[in-house]
DNA sequence: TTATATT
C-alpha cells in the first residue's frame, strides 16, 4: 500500500482533528532494585561467560520527547564512566520512546545515578532512573489497562487490588486535568507477563471490595506496535505542526541546562554543554529533472531504505516515486536520495516541513534538486 | 487506552 502515496492526504485528513486530551496522572515510583544476590563491584563474569550487569545496567523512564541520545549520555555520563548507554527510538520514525538504558563501568556509579538522578525534573518529565531488570521475553507486554474503577479508589487501593496477583512494576490513575478526580481509569505494569494475565483472570469483571460497578481488566494497547496507519497520522501530524509553528531550523545546539532550567528553576548538577550538530558540506546535483517535481534529501543514514522516504513524504501528497543512493561495494545509502512529487504545492510543503526535521539523531535537509553540476 | 518499561 506503500505506493499509493496520492491516497494517503485523505486518509490523513480524517484523523487530524482528533482532540488531544491532557490527563494528568499520577505514578508510583516502584524501584525495581538489582536482582541476584550481592557482589562485590567490578563486571561479574559468569560461567558461560555472559556479563552480570544487573547491578550496573539502569532503564530510565518518562525522558522528555525531545531529549536526545547525545544530553542523555551527557547527563548519565556526569555521575561516572559509562560502558554503554541507548535513548530507545522508534525504528522507522526515529522519535524518543521516552526511556533508555544506561550501563556504568562501576557498579558505584549505577548506584550514584540512581540517588542523584532519580526524580530530576526536565521539562514537563519527572524522570525515573531504576535498575534495568534482566531482559526477557516474560516481562513484556506485562502492562494492564483497567476501567470502571469507583471514582474514590486511590492509587494506593488499585496498587493492593492487583498486588495479590503478582510484584507491581507501575501504577497510574488518570486523573481529570481540571477537577483531579479519579477518571475511573488507570494501568498496572506487572513484573511479569502471566502475572497480568492472573490479575485479568482473577479481577476482570469482578467488583472490588464494596463497588456498586464491576471493572474491566485487559492489556493495555501497546503503543509500539502502530499500525502503518496510526504511524503515518503521527508522521503527519508532526509535520503539520512544523508547517504551522515558526520554522526553527536555524541551529540545533542542544544544552542541557535549557533541558533543566525549563521545570523548576532547579539545578542539580553543572550543566554541560553539547553541540550535537556537525557542520554538512553543501551538495548539489546534476541531471535533468523529469516528469514531477525532484526533491533531494540530504543527511540520511547508512541504513536508510526507500520506506523511510515514502513514510516522509507520503503524508504530503502524491509521491510518484523515491530513491535511496547507496554505495555501489557496501550497498549502504551514501547520506542522501531523491523524491519525486507530481504536484509543486504538495512538494514545497514538504519541503517546508521536513527540512531541518530531526530523523532519529539526524537533521535532514530537503530542497528541491538543484541542477549545479558541482558543489562548492 | 497514558506519551512511550526491556536495548
Redesign the pocket.
Known amino acids: 500500500h506503500l505506493g499509493n502515496a496520492d491516497r494517503w492526504p485523505l486518509i490523513l485528513t480524517a484523523t487530524k482533528w482528533t482532540a ?6 499520577m505514578e508510583t ?2 524501584s ?1 532494585g538489582p536482582s541476584g544476590t550481592s557482589l562485590p563491584n567490578g563486571p561479574v563474569i559468569s560461567t558461560n561467560g555472559s556479563t552480570d ?1 544487573s547491578k550496573t ?1 539502569l ?1 530510565v ?3 522528555p ?1 525531545n531529549m536526545t541520545q547525545e544530553e542523555f549520555k551527557s547527563l548519565f555520563g556526569s555521575i561516572g564512566e559509562i560502558e ?3 535513548l ?1 527510538r ?1 525504528k522507522i520514525t526515529g ?5 533508555g ?3 556504568y563501568v562501576d557498579p558505584n556509579d549505577a548506584d550514584k545515578a540512581i540517588n542523584t538522578l532519580n526524580g530530576l525534573k526536565l521539562q514537563t ?1 519527572t524522570i ?1 532512573v ?1 535498575y ?5 521475553a516474560s ?5 494492564l ?1 483497567v ?1 470502571g474503577l469507583p471514582k474514590t479508589m486511590s492509587q494506593k487501593d488499585m496498587e493492593q487490588l492487583f498486588s495479590q496477583y503478582g510484584r507491581i ?2 501504577s ?1 490513575i ?1 486523573v481529570d486535568q481540571v477537577t483531579g478526580i479519579s ?1 475511573g ?1 488507570g ?1 498496572i ?1 506487572f513484573d511479569k507477563r502471566n502475572e497480568a494475565e492472573e490479575a485479568i483472570k482473577g479481577l476482570n469483571g469482578q467488583k472490588p471490595l464494596g463497588a456498586a460497578e464491576p471493572i ?1 481488566v ?7 506496535q502502530k499500525t502503518g496507519q496510526a504511524l503515518l497520522t ?1 508522521l503527519y501530524q508532526t509535520a503539520a505542526r512544523r508547517y504551522t509553528g515558526p520554522l526553527h531550523h536555524q541551529t540545533q545546539r542542544f544544552r542541557l541546562d535549557n533541558l533543566l532550567n525549563a521545570s523548576y528553576g532547579v539545578k542539580r548538577f553543572s550543566p554541560i554543554t553539547i553541540d550535537s550538530m556537525t557542520s554538512l558540506a553543501g551538495v548539489n546535483l546534476t541531471g535533468p529533472t523529469g516528469a514531477g517535481w525532484c526533491i533531494f534529501v540530504y543527511n540520511l543514514s547508512p541504513e536508510a531504505d526507500e520506506s523511510v522516504l515514502w513514510q516522509l513524504f507520503g503524508p504530503f501528497g502524491a509521491v510518484t516515486n523515491v530513491k535511496v543512493i547507496r554505495d555501489f561495494t557496501t550497498n549502504k545509502c551514501k547520506g542522501f536520495g531523491f523524491v519525486t512529487m507530481t504536484n509543486y504545492d504538495e512538494a514545497a510543503m514538504a519541503i517546508a516541513s521536513l527540512n531541518g526535521y530531526r530523523l532519529g539523531d539526524r537533521v535532514l535537509q530537503v530542497s528541491f534538486k538543484t541542477s549545479k553540476q558541482h558543489k562548492a
Open positions: 488531544c486530551q491532557i490527563i494528568s496522572t515510583q516502584v525495581n550487569d545496567n532503564i523512564n518518562y525522558l520527547q554503554s548507554c541507548k530507545v522508534d522519535q524518543s520512546l521516552g526511556y538504558f544506561v550501563n518529565k525515573k531504576s534495568a531488570r534482566p531482559s526477557s516481562i513484556r507486554d506485562a502492562n489497562y476501567s512494576i507501575t497510574r488518570l477518571r481509569v494501568f505494569r474491566t485487559k492489556f493495555a494497547n501497546n503503543p509500539s503521527q
